[in-house]
């Protein structure tokens, strides 16, 4: 199975703050990388599909990038409702696998 | 609008059975793969297991912590995808959510809480 981990685990940043989450495959996986935003409660959202393109309806404050192995997220100006669990996932191969989540508080 | 709605949870005994639906509307149902994502309690994400599209048959794919215990399988005139779960263990108690498998997973419903206890 392909191995996603995440760093941070969590992170405390405030609004306004420019917030980078790193994810990384092994073995690589091109870019067939998704990251998605959960609230507590709530079901994920997609934000970034091939690693970098924003879906549709998801502000630019969003940013996604990488290929390979090595992947990030960038939030460009931290905002209260961006405050949340964000998780990268591989869909190159089965079992499609998930990383263990960035929290991202204030 | 894209609209998943899943049903079925519930509380079940461990070795139990229970039946998922997963209602989709707003896009056409039959061109699309679609995959079942678990979360137990405080835990992560974990995927289930994928309906390909009509055209390759909505042949299945699955985890390797559920093979042979749960199917996916849809019901085309009904836009229905559901998930058959037999032998259910403590360790699959978790929201089951269904999704569509485009652009990545681009749209998920709500989820459905499924207890084993």
């Known amino acids: 199975d392909i191995q996603m981990t995440q760093s941070p685990s969590s992170l405390s940043a405030s609004v306004g703050d420019r917030v980078t989450i790193t994810c990384r495959a092994s073995?690589?996986?091109?870019?067939?990388l998704t990251w998605f935003q959960q609230k507590p409660g709530k079901a994920p959202k997609s934000l970034i599909y091939d690693a970098s393109t924003l879906q549709s309806g998801v502000p630019s404050k969003f940013s996604g990038s990488g290929s390979g192995t090595d992947f990030t997220l960038t939030i460009s100006s931290l905002q209260p409702e961006d405050f949340a669990t964000y998780y990268c996932?591989?869909?190159?191969?089965?079992?499609?696998?998930f990383g263990p989540g960035t929290k991202v508080d204030i | 609008e894209v609209q998943l709605v899943e049903s079925g949870g519930g509380i079940v005994q461990p070795g139990g059975s229970l039946r998922l639906s997963c209602a989709a509307s707003?896009?056409?149902?039959?061109?699309?793969?679609m995959d079942w994502v678990r979360q137990a309690p405080g835990a992560g994400l974990e995927w289930v297991g994928r309906s390909r599209n009509k055209d390759y048959r909505y042949t299945p794919e699955y985890a390797a912590a559920v093979k042979g215990r749960f199917t996916i399988s849809r019901d085309e005139s009904k836009n229905l995808l559901y998930l058959q779960m037999n032998s259910l263990k403590t360790e699959d108690t978790a929201v089951y959510y269904c999704?569509?498998?485009?652009?990545?997973?681009?749209?998920w419903g709500q989820g459905t809480l499924v207890t084993v206890s």
């Open positions: 996932q591989q869909y190159i191969a089965h079992p499609f696998t």
């Open positions: 707003g896009f056409t149902f039959s061109d699309h793969y």
């Open positions: 073995p690589g996986i091109g870019n067939s």
């Open positions: 999704a569509r498998g485009r652009n990545g997973f681009d749209s």
